[in-house]
């Protein structure tokens, strides 16, 4: 774990002496997906991509969650990418858990420190590289962005969590809030990542039930979360894959907030063939 606010893997393997029980769990409905399980092994590599690993968190799976990958990427000083993304069609949201990174969109270069998000539309002209002394941890989320007639793709753009005010749910006291990066009535956007915020003995008072894929990464804190008919406990740097209409709940224990990053996919017609 890195000493910032969110949590963020480093790899390495356990000792010959750990036994091999864990809390890592695919079902038909959901996966599982806990922090010990990101060592050094399990780690994967990119085309055009220097001085950088990754672990894959998910990917499109026939019959399971179909919309979207979700990557962590690692980057050491002095690495990263001119040529990111191979794929002229996918979409993508960066969100920075550890260290820093140089984002350059259309020319216009950015810095993106922890807590640091970017949106990146379809065909998006962008670098990033690692131009700290220390290694950059970073979640990488691609779509392939479904177009509509009449409608344009999304503009790019950069913030920072920190400068997003979240938006409690009604009825809650601000016990569960959601930070929202895109406005939801704008339908250019197909996909909505946002961090979901809950306060120590806040709940999800009954089972979403729901067409959305998900994906949950657990920035801070600890849980009990309801996946199909299963109470798991999850807490930060776990993640948690969700197919489409897997009952879901959760009850945050404390003693601190309980946070976590959340990919759905939205604002489109459900494909017919």
Known sequence: ???????????????????????????????????????????SFLPFW??????VLSRPLSGFAETFSQYIMEVQPGGG???????????G????????????????????????????????DWTVKNES?????????RKA??????????????TNERDVPPTPMPGTEGKWATTRFVDPQDLRHDMHVTIVTFEPGAVIPFAETHVMEHGLYVLEGKAVYRLNQDWVEVEAG??????????????????????????????RHMKLR
């Open 238 to 267: 776990d993640y948690m894959w969700l197919r489409a209409f897997c009952p879901q709940a959760c009850y945050a224990g404390g003693p601190g907030k309980f946070r976590y990053l959340l990919y759905k996919d939205v604002n």
């Open 145 to 158: 962005y479904e177009k509509v007639i009449g409608l344009d793709a999304p503009d790019a753009f950069v």
């Open 93 to 124: 949201v960066l969100f920075v858990v550890d260290g820093s990174i140089q984002l350059t969109i259309d020319g216009t270069a950015h810095t993106l420190n922890e807590g640091g998000y970017a949106y990146l539309p379809p065909a998006c």
């Open 1 to 43: 774990m890195t000493s910032g606010s969110y949590y963020a893997p480093t790899g390495g393997l356990p000792p010959q002496t750990q036994l091999l029980t864990d809390r890592a769990v695919f079902t038909e409905a959901y996966a599982v997906i806990p922090k010990g399980t990101m060592a050094d092994i399990v780690t």
């Open 81 to 91: 990418s001119d040529k990111p993304e191979t794929d002229s069609e996918a979409e």
């Open 50 to 55: 220097e001085k950088t690993r990754l672990w």
């Open 133 to 141: 002394d220390a290694p950059a941890r970073f979640h990488w989320i």
